[in-house]
């Protein structure tokens, strides 16, 4: 053996000698924590040992999917308008014509979606309970469509075109007395009413033609009747057989206010929703007429006419106010389309609203600036 081995040995030997002098107990312990691990104590009963490891399951099938998280709805935007200012072309023309139709755009069709389209389109939204933002959006464009007929081409390019026509020279029968009696309501036809369409009636039909607009022909089309008939009512028979008028209305014949019976009064009774042109306690006209709601009412007491209009638009609330004639304020009486066409069933923003398109422009013409206006309980 050689001497290198046999001291290495002997140091082994002696470190180890060290090792159990320096502490028998911590040497043990050392070794026991570096390498010994105390076996868990199990109290189950052993002999189900392999029958639980046995009895749990094998997946089978498809395994169960892990639940998605719901996504977060994505915000709703607002439909983008169908027409706003700025836009131009055939959709604007038609969007124009139709609002012609209901009187909210006077002008001529221009295909320019420009300041007067706004505000007629502002106009018609607040009057339906719309938000007034004067850009055509779906709702409103649907509401437009359903109040309205599709214009014509010539109606869209301001073309005067005649229609067919309806009644003309030479025609006879009581279709052309309805006529004549109509254009009489309205001051374009004077004298008795006949079944016979001759030279006076062609004279009356074409100014009335020419007043409006129409391609003066002295024929009645689709377009003249139309325009007669929203200007006119239907004729009683007093009219239609040169009768004396019939007696004023009960409800227009009730008591007038005594402020009433003296000079040229416009005697409006809120009780009887009548309004009676008075001259020098005579009463002269009687019509209907609806007022404002209870948040806009009508206002009551004794006023004066300061101002007249004949195609007065509201700058308030962009609404047509035909033969206005002012007397306290922005209130008026005057001509109301949605009047005729609704009833009672709607109200104004304050002023008094006339139905009859005839009786409200013969009324028009008979008013004078400073006329008393009374308007009153009964």
């Known amino acids: 053996m050689r001497r290198g081995r046999k001291i290495g040995l002997a140091v082994t030997a002696s470190l180890m000698a060290v090792a159990v002098a ?17 076996p868990r104590v199990d109290t189950r009963d052993t002999s189900a040992g392999v029958a639980e490891a046995a009895d749990v399951p094998t997946p089978t099938g498809k395994p ?45 069709i221009t295909g320019a979606f420009g300041t007067v389209t706004q505000k ?51 025609d006879s029968g009581p279709e052309v007395r309805e006529l004549q009696a109509r254009l009489s309501q309205i001051a374009w036809l004077s004298g008795d009413v006949s079944d016979d369409y001759g030279d006076t009636t062609t004279s009356a ?50 008591p007038l206010d005594p402020r009433c019976l003296t000079g040229r009064v416009l005697c409006i ?19 209907d007429v609806r007022f404002g709601s209870d948040e806009l009412p009508t206002r009551e007491g004794q006023f004066a006419v300061s101002y007249k209009s004949a195609d007065h ?20 009486v005057h001509y109301s389309p949605d009047f005729a066409a609704n009833g009672y069933n709607g109200a ?20 004078s600036i400073g006329d008393t206006v009374v308007v009153y309980w009964s």
């Open 22 to 38: 320096a502490g028998t107990a911590f040497g043990v312990l050392a070794l026991a924590d570096v390498t010994y691990t105390a």
């Open 64 to 108: 169960k999917a892990t639940p998605k998280a719901t996504p977060k709805p994505e915000p709703v935007s607002e439909p983008l308008p169908v027409f706003e200012r700025g836009d131009k072309g055939a959709g604007v023309r038609e969007l124009q014509s139709r609002l012609k139709q209901l009187l909210w755009y006077p002008p001529d």
């Open 120 to 170: 007629s389109v502002r106009g018609f939204q607040r009057k339906r309970g719309f938000e007034a933002t004067g850009a055509v959006d779906r709702r409103t464009w649907k509401r437009l469509v359903a109040m309205s007929r599709m214009p014509t081409d010539d109606e869209m390019h301001n073309r005067l075109v005649p229609g067919p026509t309806i009644l003309g020279p030479g």
């Open 205 to 254: 039909v074409s100014g009335f033609q020419v007043k409006r607009g129409i391609p003066s022909t002295g024929e009645v089309d689709q377009t003249t009747m139309d325009r007669l008939l929203e200007m006119t009512t239907e004729p009683t028979r007093d009219e239609l057989l040169n009768r004396d008028p019939a007696p004023v209305p009960v409800a227009a014949a009730a």
């Open 269 to 287: 009774d809120k009780s009887s929703n009548s309004l009676r042109w008075v001259v020098d306690g005579s009463v002269q006209m009687a019509v």
């Open 313 to 332: 638009v509201s700058s308030l609330y962009e609404t047509p106010m035909p033969y206005a004639m002012f007397f306290s304020g922005g209130q008026a």
């Open 348 to 367: 104004s923003h304050g002023c008094v609203n006339v139905r009859d398109y005839g009786a409200i422009q013969s009324l028009f013409t008979q008013v």
